[in-house]
């Protein structure tokens, strides 16, 4: 087994700031991803990077960045947080190839006063 | 484009009764549908999957056939429990897509089982 480690839990902003967030994983997965979490929108893509140096936008890139560190690790950046945005980032990762199971953490929930 | 439907919003039930989910979903490519669930302040994790036509896929009391004639892949469970409260997500992924393991994910249905 393994376990997908994500920090902060919490995470409170400001409006325009720059915010990183940081996921962590043991599995020895190859692919890892980013999703956000609305209430009531299901869960979307930021990004996902298939392998160590690999990185692709999925469909909610605008106003990320992102950067796979190494094989474990995957971070998300919000470049300018926007005001009265709440939401909840899942770190995922699964191994590389088609219709693989995906594995997430517990996730970080942002809150921009 | 690519998209998955579920039931919306809310399903509430007594406990011991049998509850069906929907997910219906769209796509040109070979579909492989997963149900992850979600409880409350956890990780989602997955509950089923599948892409064999007519086939029914069982896991802890939860069951669910994929109908590539209906593009149906409904989560179902004869009786509920009050620990089966939680977030239900179908998922779609599509061999034949240039992206590797992307998931597509409908919007989620929230299950409250009430004693």
């Known amino acids: 087994g393994g376990i997908i480690t994500q920090t902060p839990k919490f995470l409170i902003g400001q409006e325009g700031q720059k915010l990183t967030l940081k996921c962590q994983q043991n599995f020895n997965h190859d692919t890892m991803y980013w999703y956000r979490q609305d209430s009531g929108k299901g869960l979307r893509l930021i990004y996902y990077s298939i392998t160590e140096n690999d990185l692709q936008k999925g469909d909610l890139s605008e106003g990320y960045d992102a950067s796979r560190e190494k094989k474990s690790s995957f971070s998300l950046t919000v470049t300018s947080a926007q005001k009265n945005e709440m939401a909840v980032f899942l770190c995922a990762s699964s191994i590389r190839g088609d219709y693989a199971e995906q594995f997430f953490g517990p996730g970080t929930r942002l809150t921009v006063l | 484009g690519d998209s998955v439907t579920q039931t919306e919003g809310l399903v509430t039930l007594t406990k011991g009764l049998p509850v069906m989910l929907n997910c219906t979903y769209q796509t040109t490519y070979s579909p492989f549908l997963f149900w992850y669930v979600q409880h409350l302040n956890e990780a989602p994790k997955l509950l089923l999957k599948s892409s064999t036509d007519n086939k029914r896929t069982e896991h802890q009391g939860f069951y669910a056939t994929l109908h590539k004639s209906s593009s149906s892949f409904h989560l179902q469970k004869s009786s509920v429990q009050l620990s089966d409260s939680a977030l239900y997500f179908c998922?779609?992924?599509?061999?034949?897509?240039?992206?590797?393991?992307?998931?597509?994910f409908g919007r989620g249905t929230r299950l409250q089982v009430y004693a």
């Open positions: 998922a779609l992924s599509e061999k034949g897509t240039q992206v590797v393991g992307q998931l597509t």
